[in-house]
């Protein structure tokens, strides 16, 4: 990673002022002070204290924004493994100089750390009284299957899920119970996602879908955060609503016995040409999977 020379700081923050051609005015007192805080946050870099350096970029980039002072703290960021504030600096980097030779470079950067993964540590703390034995349930995230029962040796050790950046669901159902979870994570970030729950829940249809719409299975709403359906087997009719239009219904086989029925609907704007009449109806990313116990 490069560093930038410190002896050029405070010419290179000067604001020039109306002068003759033989010399320029002193810089203002706001640019003054931020090279001398430029010039500590570039001792407490170099000797490796990177913490104090990033405070300290960043009390200088406040009295004096410039593109050196903050292509050095997306450096200390993306060090200290703060990948989110990395890339935002560096963005404004090439924002604040936009004809850097370095601007490929800086961009491939970018595209490098906004694609590092997170990881999602998903266990039962030790303790925890729960009624869901993670051990004896499908665990999924994102509607996709990351462990089966049986699979597990532990609650508590969990399992350790490699993840991008953004929202993300995490469904642990077993035959006799089921839990919720939802994260957010930014570039690189990890998160422990502590599932168990104390209640029974019997059914043998679950839907999972985004708070923005509503879902009807045989015109009885599911709410909103967790819920498991017991329904008779055979087919049966789902009926998702946005905020104000109907999506397509979805035809679903509600299973026999233990089986449970995994249903994961993610709508999405469509769009249409501009000749046509402007309509809210969405299509939908539909996921079914039969979970068998």
Known sequence: MRRLVIGCVLA??????????????????FVRA???????????????????????????????????????????????????????????????????????????????????????????????????????????????????????????TGIKVPILHGQHEIDSISSVSYDVEDVELRYGQSAEVKTYESAAHDGNVIVRSPYAVRVHLEDKPFQEYKDRRKVAPGKHWVRVFDRTYECPPIEIEAPKGDSVLYLRVTPAEVAKPPTQTPARCRTMTVVKRVLAF
């Open 12 to 29: 290179l923050l000067a604001v020039p002022a109306l002068a003759d051609s033989k010399r320029k005015a002193a810089p203002d007192k």
């Open 34 to 156: 931020a090279g001398d805080v430029f010039a500590k946050a570039a001792k407490a870099h170099d000797r490796g204290d990177l913490h104090a350096a990033a405070k300290l970029y960043a009390a200088s980039l406040e009295l004096a924004p410039h593109a050196n002072t903050v292509f050095n703290l997306a450096a200390v960021s993306a060090a200290l493994g703060e990948l989110y504030d990395a890339v935002a600096h560096y963005e404004m980097y090439l924002a604040l100089a936009p004809d850097a030779p370095d601007r490929a470079q800086v961009r491939a950067l970018i595209t490098e750390l906004s694609a590092r993964r997170g990881t999602l540590w998903i266990h039962t703390p030790a303790r925890e009284t729960t009624v869901l034995d993670l051990t004896e349930a499908y665990i999924l995230v994102d509607g996709a299957i990351v462990a089966t029962p049986g699979t597990l040796k532990s609650a508590v």
